[in-house]
C-alpha cells in the first residue's frame, strides 16, 4: 500500500495537479533514500544559479568577486555530481552538457546588478516557510514596515509561448507563487495587498508581479486541503489508477509509463494521440525483418515504426509472438506523417 501525502510544497503543487498518480509514485520512491548527485544538466545549472545568488544575498559582496564567487559555487557542486564514466574531466563535462552555461553566468550577473531590493528592507535569502500542510523554501524574502515581497527566480523562460509570442506567465509559476503568498499570508498576519509575488526569469530581463486578495488565499488553501484529502481516500481505496491523468506531455518523461495501466488503457483507446509512445499489441502488428520494421494497424491508419536496430528488432518479436504487449517510448515522430524512428533514447519493455 502507498504512503499517503501529508505535505506539499509550492513549486509540486503543479506537478501535483497535472498528474496526482505520478506525483504518489514519485514521493513514494524518493521515501527513506538520502540525497542523490547524479548528473543531471538542467537541475544542476538551477542548482548552482540558486547557490551563487543566496550567497551574495548573504554576503552583498562587490561584483567584481562575481567570477570568483561563482567558480567558488561551480567547484562546491562538482564535487557532489557523480558521473559514471572513467577519465573524464568532471568540470568540463558539466560544462559541456549544461545548456548555455555561460549565457546562464551572465544573465545571473546582470540580475544581481540590476534587481533592485525594497527600500530599507530586510533581505532573507532561501527562506524556510511554512504552514499547515504546505512548505517550501522562498528564494528571496524581503520585509519592508509593513511589506513583504516573495521574489522567485526562474533559470528558463517564465512565459507561455504561442507562434513566437508571449502569450501570458506559466500557469505553473503563478501557482507556484500564489501558495508561497497563502503561506505567507496565514503565518505574518499582514495583508494580502501588502505581500507582493514577483516571478523573476534571468534570461531577457523577464519579471511578472502580481498580488492576490484574501479571497484568492483562501480558495488555494482549501484547493490545497481538497487536493492532498481526495488523494489520499483514492490511495487508501486502493484504487489508484483513478489518480491518474494521461497526457503526452508529462508521460513521455514519466518513469513509470511502463507500469502505468491508464497510460497502456488510453494508448489503446486513442493510439493516433501519442507521438513518442507505442504499444504492440499482439495482433495488427507486422513485422518487416528486410527493412527492420514495425507496422501497426490502428483505426484502418497505418504506424510505421522504421530505424530500429537488428538486436531489439528481434526480441521485440520474440515478445510478440509469446503474446507479449510491448511498451515502445521515446520515439521521434517524422514531421506530418505516420512514421516514428527509433532513437538513441528509445527504450522497451512488456507493458
Ligand atoms: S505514465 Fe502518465 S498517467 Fe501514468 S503516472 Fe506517469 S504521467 Fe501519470
Not at 4 to 33: H, T, W, Y
Not at 145 to 157: E, M, P
Request: net charge neutral.
Amino acid at each position: 500500500m502507498l504512503n499517503n501525502i501529508e505535505q506539499i510544497s509550492p513549486s509540486m503543487l503543479g506537478a501535483f495537479e497535472k498528474c496526482r498518480l505520478k506525483f504518489v509514485l514519485d514521493s513514494n520512491a524518493r521515501r527513506g533514500k538520502g540525497k542523490t548527485y547524479e548528473f543531471n544538466p538542467n537541475s544542476f545549472m538551477g542548482t548552482l544559479i540558486h547557490k551563487v545568488l543566496e550567497n551574495y544575498y548573504n554576503e552583498t559582496y562587490d561584483l567584481k568577486l562575481f567570477d570568483r564567487k561563482w567558480e567558488a559555487s561551480f567547484l562546491e557542486l562538482s564535487k557532489k555530481v557523480h558521473i559514471d564514466k572513467k577519465d573524464v574531466d568532471v568540470l568540463e563535462y558539466i560544462k559541456y552538457w549544461v545548456s548555455s552555461y555561460y549565457p546562464k553566468k551572465l544573465n545571473t550577473l546582470k540580475t544581481l546588478n540590476n534587481y533592485a531590493l525594497l527600500t530599507n528592507g530586510i533581505v532573507y535569502p532561501e527562506k524556510k516557510v511554512r504552514f499547515k500542510n504546505v512548505y517550501g523554501v522562498v528564494d528571496l524574502y524581503e520585509i519592508s514596515d509593513d511589506k513583504i515581497r516573495i521574489t522567485d527566480f526562474k533559470t528558463g523562460i517564465i512565459f507561455t509561448v504561442e507562434d513566437g509570442v508571449n502569450v501570458s506567465v506559466k500557469e505553473t509559476y503563478i501557482e507556484q507563487l500564489k501558495t508561497y503568498g497563502y503561506i505567507i499570508y496565514n503565518t505574518e498576519k499582514v495583508k494580502a495587498e501588502n505581500i507582493e509575488l514577483v516571478i523573476k526569469g534571468l534570461g531577457n530581463n523577464e519579471i511578472f508581479s502580481f498580488r492576490c486578495s484574501e479571497e484568492e488565499y483562501i480558495t488555494q488553501g482549501l484547493k490545497i486541503d481538497n487536493l492532498i484529502k481526495t488523494t489520499n481516500q483514492i490511495i487508501n481505496s486502493e484504487s489508484i489508477d483513478n489518480l491518474a491523468s494521461p497526457e503526452p506531455n508529462i508521460c513521455n518523461f514519466c518513469d513509470h509509463l511502463f507500469k502505468c495501466n491508464s497510460l497502456h488503457q488510453i494508448i489503446k483507446s486513442q493510439p493516433e494521440n501519442w507521438d513518442r509512445i507505442v504499444l504492440l499489441k499482439s495482433i495488427n502488428v507486422k513485422f518487416n525483418s528486410k527493412d527492420l520494421s514495425i507496422n501497426i494497424v490502428v483505426n484502418d491508419r497505418t504506424i510505421s515504426i522504421h530505424n530500429i536496430p537488428e538486436n531489439d528488432f528481434t526480441e521485440i518479436k520474440k515478445m510478440n509472438e509469446l503474446g507479449k504487449e510491448v511498451l515502445l517510448t521515446n520515439l521521434f515522430q517524422v514531421y506530418n506523417s505516420n512514421i516514428k524512428r527509433w532513437s538513441k533514447l528509445t527504450r522497451y519493455r512488456e507493458a
